[in-house]
């Protein structure tokens, strides 16, 4: 069987490529570059984490277009990343419609190599609240991808962390081997995780959940004693 991964670079994309790994005869890894500050972080993120599961091949594709489209503060550099707010509802780090983008270019993708499945690490219910993340999406762009692709072919799309809480979700990854401390969450910076943001401050606090102490460095002294 033949699997295309959605390969970001962070937690819930590498563990969903672990599991792939295990579930796949053929692994085949596909990164979005879309203007984010942190395109350069996550680039390195992906080829270090290509290099760990060695894929059979991998698509890099360039739609800069979403940061001419802009509406998200990881692509327009006129908003302001924010720091943690839980009470925010749907954060200005929501980049309109993104993983719609994903999983369609991975579809062209698919039918040509003729994989049966499409991976994609979305999270609904420990998430910011992102719209295409919700596992309602995934059920009508399945049906979608069906109607609009040849007779012969026959596409999944495999969510398998999606009702899963990230520390759920990286206690598996330690299960699976998964080289966690090459992930890459931090949405302001490419060296240093800042530890503030949005996505910092899940991953912080699921691997407190976990009780596991997070590989990767921080700006901010982080109380690990559990």
Known sequence: MKGIVLVSGGIDSLVTAAIADKECDELYFLHLNYGQKTET????????LTKHYQPKDVLVVDVSYLKQI??????????EIKDFDDSEGVPNSYVPFRNGHLVTIA????????????YIGAVEEDSSGYPDCRES??????????????DETNI???????????????????ELGAPLELSWSCYRNNEVACGKCDSCVLRINSFKEAKIRDP????IKIDWDF
């Open 107 to 118: 579809t062209s993708w698919a039918e040509v190599l003729g994989a049966e499945r499409i």
């Open 70 to 79: 802009g509406g998200s503060s990881l692509v327009d550099d006129n908003l």
């Open 137 to 150: 999406f995934y059920i009508a762009l399945e049906k979608a991808i069906n109607a609009g692709t040849k």
């Open 156 to 174: 999944k799309i495999c969510t398998p962390i999606i009702h899963k809480r990230k520390s759920e979700t990286i206690k598996i990854g330690m």
């Open 41 to 48: 972080r996550e680039m390195r993120a992906f080829r270090q």
């Open 216 to 219: 990767i460095d921080y700006e």
